[in-house]
């Protein structure tokens, strides 16, 4: 990829960005379809399109961005969300969405199998769109991807995803913006995650997370105070990973972002748009063979389906319903480097 060639009114020769869709050779995600977005001045990303659009590599000039699984992507033919087996072929990668009839644990409604996290990310774009500018980019102007996915399985009532992403060219901003359908004839009900994964080099001891974000508890047993703002820390030795829970709003009723920032590299800002995120949940493995943090706006918490028929947390969606949910992924580097 080119040097950025800007001109004095601060304008970019889109030349230098790149779009192509490229499909995996060898290994475990062999055969896969990626969309690759070399964006110089914004985020660049690889896109599953085997993998509900998802976002795997992602980078900011030279700052990674997103966690990867050393074990790396896996087809999503050879992925299975039924019991825990979602963990065994989770590549890791800046967004991996969960859904659309389950997030959180692996349970059982009705002789109905959730299984962890649900399907969604595993199910392969049916067409997408690319629509980027022309000629030289100004401050306003985006690439955008729309993408459909239906999901269909038979005895559920099915549903329809379109996902559309904008990443801005001239500054490292990402807007993620899901709208789900009621493709059927009666009402059903849906759970809903981003699931933002982000690793080194911001994630490391002494990494900042601050927010006004109400503490609600922690998934599981935990004496530590999840409040924020709280500094992370990286483990040599085997330690439990945590789930916290979080309010979506401030004291003023107003949408909260979270602050993910280290010193000398720079910071993320994740900020959940929609009024139909209910938390925001942080997830956090902290020993340095895993070393991720996950910013997760959700519609509920992790305990799974019947859980969250338990709580009452479960989505109503009509038929022809549509459910919007938004989240935006900004990134400022650090003037200490």
Known sequence: MGRQAMNSAGFIDVRQISIREVVEAHGPAGGNRWLEIRNPRGISADINLDGGGDIGWAQAGDIPLSWQNMGGHYASARRSSIKSRWKDTFGGGLLATCG?????????????????????????????????????????????????????????????????????????????????????????????????????????????????????????????????????????????ETVGYYGRYGADGTLMPISVSRRGVGELIVEPLSA????????????????????????????????????????????????????KIRYHQSDER
């Open 100 to 240: 659309l009839r389950s997030i959180g644990m692996p349970s059982e409604v009705d002789g109905v199998e959730y299984g962890l996290h649900g399907n969604i990310s595993m199910i392969p774009v049916r067409s997408y769109q690319v629509i980027s500018p022309q000629g030289f980019a100004s401050e306003t102007d985006k690439i955008v991807i729309h993408a459909q996915i239906v999901d269909a399985p038979l005895g559920e009532v099915p549903l329809g995803m379109t996902r559309v992403l904008e990443f801005d060219v001239m500054r490292p901003v990402l807007t993620i913006h899901d709208h789900i359908v009621n493709l059927g004839t009666s009402p059903t009900h849906i759970m809903f995650r981003h699931h933002i994964n982000i690793g080194q080099p911001l994630i490391n001891n002494g990494t900042q997370l601050s927010g006004s974000l109400p503490f609600l508890g922690w998934r599981d047993e935990n004496d530590d105070s999840g409040d924020l703002p709280r500094a992370l820390t990286m483990s040599h030795y085997p330690e439990e």
């Open 276 to 327: 139909n995120w209910r938390y925001l949940l942080l997830w956090r493995d902290p020993n340095v063979s895993v070393n991720v943090l996950g910013v997760e706006p959700s519609t509920a918490r992790d305990g799974g389906r019947r859980q969250a028929m338990h709580d009452q947390e479960l989505m109503v969606i009509e038929p022809g319903d549509v459910k919007d949910f938004k989240t």
